[in-house]
């Protein structure tokens, strides 16, 4: 099955490119590594915010990386100039916006990795992570997740 009819079987439509918020660019490409900016979540369009552990469950926190994931797959294929060009998805790094006792980021960020390796397969989607709870995020967000590609 191609990334595409996967995309297809998940109902996802991958977005454009979001446009920098501040002095940064949405990707850079070195080598065959591509960096991809930190996207924050979004809901209908606008920061989706809120804290772990506070105002957040670990639920709505997955669903929320899971849609990061969605954003930064638009920003990758961008990138890669279409996602059947990645050989791999290298690191994800997860900011999760979270009260000093809410210790479960690492499963707040299983939303965004568990959507990669559904599309891209178990091979080419696994990847090194980090997770880390953070006292907040730019705009309020809930998640930040920023990534690291490898192109064929």
Same mark, same amino acid.
């Given at each position: 099955?191609?990334?595409?009819?996967? $995309?297809?079987?998940?109902? =996802? %439509?991958? /977005?454009?490119?979001? +446009? /920098? &918020? &501040?002095?940064?660019?949405?990707? *850079?490409? %070195?080598?065959?590594? +591509?960096?991809?900016?930190?996207?924050?979540?979004?809901?209908?369009?606008?920061?989706?915010?809120?804290?772990?552990?506070? %105002?957040? %469950?670990?639920? #709505?926190?997955?669903?929320?990386?899971?849609?990061?994931?969605?954003?930064? $797959?638009?920003? $990758?294929? &961008?990138?890669?100039?279409?996602?059947?060009?990645?050989?791999?998805? *290298?690191?994800?790094?997860?900011?999760?916006? !979270?009260? /000093?006792?809410?210790? #479960?980021?690492?499963? +707040?960020?299983?939303?965004? !990795?568990?959507?990669?390796?559904?599309?891209?397969?178990?091979? =080419?989607?696994?990847?090194?992570? !980090?997770?880390?709870?953070?006292?907040? =995020? /730019?705009?309020?967000?809930?998640? #930040?997740?920023?990534?690291?590609?490898? $192109?064929?």
């Amino acid at each position: 099955m191609s990334i595409q009819d996967r $995309l297809n079987q998940l109902g =996802i %439509t991958l /977005p454009a490119v979001a +446009v /920098p &918020a &501040a002095a940064y660019v949405p990707f *850079v490409q %070195t080598g065959k590594l +591509v960096f991809i900016s930190g996207h924050i979540a979004k809901r209908d369009g606008k920061p989706w915010v809120g804290q772990l552990g506070l %105002t957040m %469950t670990t639920a #709505e926190g997955q669903a929320a990386a899971r849609a990061i994931a969605v954003d930064l $797959l638009g920003t $990758l294929a &961008a990138a890669a100039g279409g996602l059947e060009n990645v050989a791999r998805i *290298v690191k994800v790094m997860s900011l999760v916006n !979270s009260t /000093p006792t809410f210790t #479960e980021q690492h499963l +707040v960020t299983n939303g965004a !990795s568990e959507l990669f390796a559904e599309v891209f397969g178990a091979e =080419i989607g696994a990847h090194a992570r !980090s997770a880390f709870g953070v006292a907040q =995020i /730019p705009l309020g967000a809930c998640v #930040e997740i920023e990534l690291i590609a490898e $192109l064929k």
